[in-house]
Nanobody, 124 residues
């Protein structure tokens, strides 16, 4: 079992920055690839960023490339999502998820463990 707890969400103005954190507890964190997903009202949950178990491989959805950075600290069992130059379209509940994946997957069914999410609202 892995428990995931997100933090760092909130209200931010367009063009601002936000850093989300996801703290993991339970089984070995480094066994898992991690994903940050988001879900806006009325929309499907979508993968925002992916990082493999070592942190050496990352991937981003097109709409956030150049603005978002995913990273992880396996010693601290934490994965981060740095969001810069945020836009109103970034408004959503952000979830971190863990899966025993060897390659990128955007399918929610490929991730075994999920956090409860943290709300990000981009508005002036």
């Amino acid at each position: 079992q892995v428990q995931l707890v997100e933090s760092g969400g909130g209200l931010v103005q367009p063009g601002g920055s936000l850093r989300l954190s996801c703290a993991a507890s339970g089984r070995s964190f480094s066994d898992y690839a991690m994903g940050w997903f988001r879900q806006a009202p009325g929309k499907e949950r979508e993968l925002v960023a992916f990082i493999n178990w070592s942190g050496h491989s990352t991937s981003y959805t097109d709409s956030v490339k150049g603005r978002v950075t995913i990273s992880r600290d396996n010693a601290k069992n934490t994965v981060f999502l740095q969001m810069d130059y945020v836009k109103p379209d970034d408004t959503a509940v952000y979830y971190c998820a863990a899966g025993t994946l060897w390659r990128l997957s955007s399918r929610t069914s490929d991730y075994t463990y999920w956090g409860r999410g943290t709300q990000v609202t981009v508005s002036s």
